[in-house]
């Protein structure tokens, strides 16, 4: 069985390399020399493009055997004789324009089963509206009134709830449940999200919780990509929205009215309570904690575990598990803390008689 289960749609020559990547080749190579796949510098073979950005993978520059290498000028005095080498700035972003152009079908899902483009194998209400070159895979129920737009692929065992709106060319994983909702094109819903769903809203009070009503959809704008297991909550009195190009991680938790901006990058098993604001270009690490109604700033950046207790300033850096703040001051408690805990230790030594 092959090592991967994605092959190339295409050879790239080095020709074809150097107009994809805009990278200036190094010396003299043959263009019409092919490339079909991609590694990394330690595993690449004659067929293969690798790429070397990092001084920690220098090591095994000597020793890879590529077909053909994206780099840094720094680095060429270090490549083996024989191996092509294209020069760019960012050798990371040029490899990953290659390995778009071998591999384009690992950039969007395609259906589990392999269902045929366009073939309808699920259960769809007579009310849905179905765009050109839908695909339904079996499993899959479509509810009264959903609209789907051309080429959109619904995965096995997904349910579309009624009067949900999809844009074309979008992508809904295996499992995925939706409703309350509109959809953009071209928006990546990974495996087993649950999207719409009523908000976590209750009145207490000493007779008990009285639950809140949820009248509000999910908007989610064009080239947004939610990773696996997702859960994102309808508005309650007004939309929960996700703006352009923003990019979710697997396991994140949307609360009501969120509201995230343009391009933001939230990483895994974060959360997001209700009403909370992210400005366009937010990035937070992974298990990032916000309270209610707080804002974060255009720009501003997270670090993985913080927990955000109120508005972060555009273009911030913070951090902190117990309360977020900025790095800075982050840093310094910590190392004080740090300090503090070895006096401690050297005063317990000397009172027990140790050097």
Same mark, same amino acid.
């Given at each position: 069985?092959?090592?991967?289960?994605?092959?190339?749609?295409?050879?790239?020559?080095?020709?074809?390399?150097?107009?994809?990547?805009?990278?200036?080749?190094?010396?003299?190579?043959?263009?019409?020399?092919?490339?079909?796949?991609?590694?990394?510098?330690?595993?690449?073979?004659?067929?293969?493009?690798?790429?070397?950005?990092?001084?920690?993978?220098?090591?095994?520059?000597?020793?890879?055997?590529?077909?053909?290498?994206?780099?840094?000028?720094?680095?060429?005095?270090?490549?083996?004789?024989?191996?092509?080498?294209?020069?760019?700035?960012?050798?990371?972003?040029?490899?990953?324009?290659?390995?778009?152009?071998?591999?384009?079908?690992?950039?969007?899902?395609?259906?589990?089963?392999?269902?045929?483009?366009?073939?309808?194998?699920?259960?769809?209400?007579?009310?849905?509206?179905?765009?050109?070159?839908?695909?339904?895979?079996?499993?899959?129920?479509?509810?009264?009134?959903?609209? +789907? *737009?051309?080429? !959109?692929? /619904?995965?096995?065992?997904?349910? &579309?709830?009624?009067? @949900? %709106? $999809? =844009?074309?060319? #979008?992508?809904?994983?295996?499992?995925?449940?939706?409703?309350?909702?509109?959809?953009?094109?071209?928006?990546?819903?990974?495996?087993?999200?649950?999207?719409?769903?009523?908000?976590?809203?209750?009145?207490?009070?000493?007779?008990?919780?009285?639950?809140?009503?949820?009248?509000?959809?999910?908007?989610?704008?064009?080239?947004?990509?939610?990773?696996?297991?997702?859960?994102?909550?309808?508005?309650?009195?007004?939309?929960?929205? +996700? *703006?352009?190009? !923003?990019? /979710?991680?697997?396991?994140?938790? &949307?609360?009501?009215? @969120? %509201? $995230? =901006?343009?391009? #933001?990058?939230?990483?895994?098993?974060?959360?997001?309570?209700?009403?909370?604001?992210?400005?366009?270009?937010?990035?937070?690490?992974?298990?990032?904690?916000?309270?209610?109604?707080?804002?974060?700033?255009?720009?501003?950046?997270?670090?993985?575990?913080?927990?955000?207790?109120?508005?972060?300033?555009?273009?911030?850096?913070?951090?902190?598990?117990?309360?977020?703040?900025?790095?800075?001051?982050?840093?310094?408690?910590?190392?004080?803390?740090?300090?503090?805990?070895?006096?401690?230790?050297?005063?317990?030594?000397?009172?027990?008689?140790?050097?």
């Amino acid at each position: 069985m092959d090592e991967f289960l994605f092959q190339a749609v295409r050879q790239l020559s080095l020709a074809d390399i150097a107009s994809v990547t805009g990278a200036s080749p190094v010396g003299e190579y043959r263009p019409e020399i092919t490339i079909g796949g991609i590694a990394p510098l330690d595993t690449a073979g004659p067929t293969d493009i690798a790429f070397l950005e990092n001084e920690k993978f220098r090591s095994s520059l000597a020793k890879t055997r590529a077909g053909a290498l994206i780099t840094q000028s720094k680095y060429v005095s270090d490549v083996p004789d024989g191996c092509p080498v294209f020069v760019v700035r960012d050798p990371y972003r040029a490899f990953v324009l290659v390995a778009r152009e071998l591999f384009p079908d690992a950039i969007s899902p395609k259906s589990l089963l392999e269902t045929p483009a366009g073939r309808i194998m699920g259960m769809v209400d007579p009310t849905a509206r179905l765009g050109e070159g839908v695909t339904i895979d079996p499993g899959a129920i479509i509810g009264p009134r959903v609209a +789907i *737009g051309a080429r !959109t692929l /619904i995965g096995a065992n997904a349910i &579309i709830a009624a009067d @949900v %709106s $999809i =844009g074309a060319d #979008c992508s809904i994983g295996a499992g995925a449940t939706i409703s309350h909702a509109v959809i953009a094109d071209r928006v990546i819903i990974h495996r087993g999200c649950h999207i719409g769903q009523d908000g976590f809203g209750y009145v207490g009070s000493q007779k008990g919780h009285m639950k809140v009503p949820q009248i509000g959809r999910v908007v989610i704008h064009a080239d947004v990509e939610i990773g696996a297991g997702c859960t994102i909550d309808r508005g309650g009195m007004r939309d929960t929205t +996700i *703006g352009e190009g !923003t990019k /979710i991680d697997n396991l994140c938790q &949307i609360g009501h009215n @969120v %509201s $995230i =901006g343009k391009h #933001c990058i939230i990483v895994a098993q974060s959360g997001l309570s209700g009403s909370v604001v992210l400005e366009d270009f937010v990035m937070l690490g992974a298990r990032v904690g916000i309270q209610p109604h707080a804002r974060v700033g255009k720009g501003a950046q997270l670090a993985a575990r913080s927990s955000v207790m109120r508005d972060v300033p555009a273009g911030a850096r913070w951090g902190g598990v117990y309360i977020a703040k900025p790095m800075k001051q982050f840093f310094r408690e910590a190392i004080a803390l740090e300090r503090l805990g070895l006096r401690s230790r050297k005063t317990v030594r000397e009172e027990d008689g140790h050097e």
